[in-house]
Nanobody, 116 residues
Framework: QVQLVESGGGLVQPGGSLRLSCAAS????????MSWYRQAPGKERELAAF????????SYADSVKGRFTVSRDNAKNTVYLQMNSLKPEDTAVYYC?????????WGPGTQVTVSS
């Protein structure tokens, strides 16, 4: 079955950087687009970044554009989210997502906390 496992979260000071990883298994990774979502306390889950199956198309939420970069390594079945110039409002649980034949699959998430 589809399995997604995020890693790389943690506590970072404002202005710092983190790189999140999402290891995927149970499906043909290079066939599918991947997304990163995030959910801050008391808020709805929101799309942060999207990358197409071959990596040629990427899109970002306005709130992260210019600071976050999504990438993937199809040989390693892994998608990444490089986060720079982090702000306290980036504090959230970050989730990896894939949609296969109309079914959405999620990882357990990784906590990112931006605080001094």
């Amino acid at each position: 079955q589809v399995q997604l496992v995020e890693s790389g979260g943690g506590l970072v000071q404002p202005g710092g950087s983190l790189r999140l990883s999402c290891a995927a298994s149970g499906f043909t990774f290079n066939f599918y687009a991947m997304s990163w979502y995030r959910q801050a306390p008391g808020k709805e889950r929101e799309l942060a970044a999207f990358i197409s199956s071959a990596g040629g198309s990427r899109s970002y939420a306005d709130s992260v554009k210019g600071r976050f970069t999504v990438s993937r390594d199809n040989a390693k079945n892994t998608v990444y989210l490089q986060m720079n110039s982090l702000k306290p409002e980036d504090t959230a649980v970050y989730y990896c997502n894939v949609q296969i034949r109309g079914q959405s699959s999620w990882g357990p998430g990784t906590q990112v906390t931006v605080s001094s």
